[in-house]
């Protein structure tokens, strides 16, 4: 039984030590200015992709980059992934703009993200 589609990685997340540092690489790889440029966040919008660096990880503390999968219905997907395995890591939380976002784990540990916008 299939449930509901993706709709694709179009997010990754890259948490960094050093904002500034890490600010000039991926405008030097992108090769265009950040669309987001925060204490907080740093965004790029290139390729039709959304890539952000997140200073120490930021308040989900990741360890790691998180590449997040674009779905129509976060909690169904959620409820989804969960029912086939999943471990929930942070619900489903609106992150601003009528965007929502999740993680999980799957069974090896690795983070995975859904989003969702409204």
Not at 7 to 26: F, R
Not at 29 to 47: F, I, K, M, R, T
Not at 49 to 62: F, K, N, R, Y
Request: charged share 15%.
């Amino acid at each position: 039984m299939t449930g509901s589609p993706t709709q694709g990685i179009k997010t990754v997340l890259h948490p960094v030590s050093d904002l500034a540092a890490a600010k000039a690489v991926y405008t030097a790889l992108l090769g265009v200015p950040p669309q987001s440029d925060e204490s907080y966040y740093v965004g790029y919008e290139a390729g039709g992709q959304h890539i952000g660096l997140v200073p120490t990880g930021g308040p989900q503390d990741m360890a790691s980059p998180v590449a997040y999968w674009h779905v129509p219905d976060i909690a169904a997907k959620l409820a989804e992934v969960a029912a086939a395995g999943a471990t929930v890591k942070e619900p489903a939380r609106d992150v601003g703009g009528g965007r929502l976002v999740a993680t999980f784990t799957d069974p090896d540990g690795n983070v995975l993200g859904l989003l969702q916008d409204r």
